[in-house]
């Protein structure tokens, strides 16, 4: 059965502090995502990887990054967080085709006070 | 790059009836749609996509229609049951891009 799993469903930090979110997933995919969903935004994408050490910027990319080492794990860096980072982050990941069905994780639920 | 517009925001329907969520997209290169089903506190799960080789498609009570000329795709739902209800959201990409997500569409179909 497919899985990716987020490391933190829910976590409260500190403006200022640095946030690693971890995401895990056990079916040899090529490509991993990383959307932010807020209401009435829908899911927009912050960074993505092809292959292991290789990242794309999305559409929101600024004040986080990635990091891609090895090919099941993808983290997003929150490098000094802010209130305005306060969202629900969601992984997912795709097979090495070009298009396809994506597998989300469960999410990871961030508060920035 | 591509931009996905999604309508209307919410939809309250009876259960019975029938429901039509409409996406744009701006993207002409875009060849893969597909729609997105995310119950209250759940992760987003595909429920039916299309591709741009084709212009209709169905999974029992849903279906998806697609005209590419205009640039838009459709998720209908007939005989919608309260278990419908969710926010839906509409996606775009090509081969090489990430799929690109509208704002979500909440239904809400009432007994």
New interface residues.
Partial sequence: DVKVTQSSRYLVKRTGEKVFLECVQDMDHENMFWYRQDPGLGLRLIYFSYDVKMKEKGDIPEGYSVSREKKERFSLILESASTNQTSMYLCASRPGTNTGELFFGEGSRLTVL | ?ENVE?HP?TLSVQEGDSAVIKCTYSDSAS??F?W?KQELG?????II?I?SNVGEKKDQRIAVTLNKTAKHFSLHITETQPEDSAVY?C?A????T???????TTLSVSS
């Fill in positions: 790059g999604q925001s060849n893969y597909p997105y759940k992760r987003p799960q595909l996509d591709r959201f996606a990409n090509q081969a090489g990430a799929l690109i997500f509208g704002k979500g």
